[in-house]
């Protein structure tokens, strides 16, 4: 069991910067895509970033492209999301998820394990 806690979320202006992290404590890092889905009031919770277990393969949401960067560092169990030109849509408790795959995986359903989420909000 995977157990994930998520920090760095904050209240920032609009065009701003973000970097949320992801600390892992599970067997086999390695063996697992992790991902970033993000969910606000009212809405169904979507995928945001995902990357493979070596990190060579990553995918994102359409409208988070080019301003998010999903990376890991397997040395230390940690995914990150980098987070750049914030708009106020982004506003969201953003989730960690960790799932059992090789390959990168974008399905919500994929996704075993979970994060309580870190809040962020962006005002314009």
């Known amino acids: 069991q995977a157990h994930l806690v998520e920090s760095g979320g904050a209240s920032v202006q609009a065009g701003g910067s973000l970097r949320l992290s992801c600390a892992a404590s599970?067997?086999?890092?390695?063996?697992?895509?992790m991902g970033w889905f993000r969910q606000s009031p009212g809405k169904e919770r979507e995928f945001v970033a995902a990357i493979s277990w070596s990190g060579d393969s990553t995918y994102y949401l359409d409208s988070v492209k080019g301003r998010f960067t999903i990376s890991r560092d397997n040395a230390k169990d940690t995914v990150y999301l980098q987070m750049n030109s914030l708009k106020p849509e982004d506003t969201a408790i953003y989730y960690c998820?960790?799932?059992?795959?090789?390959?990168?995986?974008?399905?919500?359903?994929?996704?075993?394990?979970w994060g309580q989420g870190t809040q962020v909000n962006v005002s314009s």
């Open positions: 998820a960790a799932a059992w795959s090789t390959r990168v995986v974008v399905g919500l359903h994929e996704y075993e394990n």
């Open positions: 599970m067997r086999f890092f390695t063996n697992y895509c």
